[in-house]
């Protein structure tokens, strides 16, 4: 693995349910057609407003799955850890919202 790989992912790992998994494979499906749409649209040379509105949408689609997923962690993984009294979880936590919020 790389430096730079992982100072970016955790080693960590979470089993999801089946629904919790679906619901995000779905969510990620619909943005990764978003953004082969805006690519398309680049190649066909769409008029840049055009582009810049699915390029909102793609972005709003990218932060309903930010949501999504960080409720699903602050409900199972942030409880569960700190019930546990691993102390390291709240600053994890309020380090990932810093990166979320930029």
Avoid: W
Wanted: net charge positive; glycine share 4%.
């Amino acid at each position: 693995m790389q430096e730079k790989d992982a100072k970016c992912c955790s080693h960590k790992t979470k089993e999801r349910p089946e629904k919790e998994y679906k619901d995000l494979i779905h969510r990620l499906n619909r943005i990764e057609g978003q953004i082969r749409g805006i690519r398309g649209m680049v190649e066909r040379d769409a008029y840049c407003t055009d582009i810049l509105t699915q390029v909102a949408a793609a972005n709003a689609a990218l932060n309903s799955f930010n949501k999504v997923l960080l409720a699903n962690h602050i409900k199972t993984c942030v409880t569960r850890d700190i019930l546990e009294g691993k102390e390291g979880t709240v600053e994890e936590l309020l380090e990932i919202l810093q990166k979320l919020m930029k």
